[in-house]
């Protein structure tokens, strides 16, 4: 009996040894890596570019239709940190623009309001 309770011991202090993190060696302070920042604040540039990218993405799926309308939905609904993603993806040609919209768009208080809108457009 006190063989097991010898074992067992041993076994729990080998596997809660695994759980202790070795501690740094104490050495000359070193300086945080510099990061880069999301940018929190959007510009008149960034601003029309993702409104421009936003009209664009809508008339790829309203052909001949105002949809300016539509595209004021989804940059009402859309957060500061969307719109300069929007911009930034439309600046380098990329297709993550038409997702980010998409995903705007989706959105149930963006889809009441382009519903709004389609509505008001036709009276």
Known sequence: MRFQLTAISGVVAL???GCV???PMATSPTT???TTTTPT???AASRQAARTAINSEMQKRLPGVNVQPYTDCVVNNATTAEMIDIARLAA???TGAANSVAAIVSRPA???CIASAASAAAT
Do not use: C
């Open 110 to 112: 963006t889809t009441q």
């Open 32 to 34: 945080a890596p510099a």
């Open 21 to 23: 993190a070795p501690l």
């Open 92 to 94: 380098s040609d990329s």
């Open 15 to 17: 596997a809660l040894a």
């Open 41 to 43: 604040v959007l510009d």
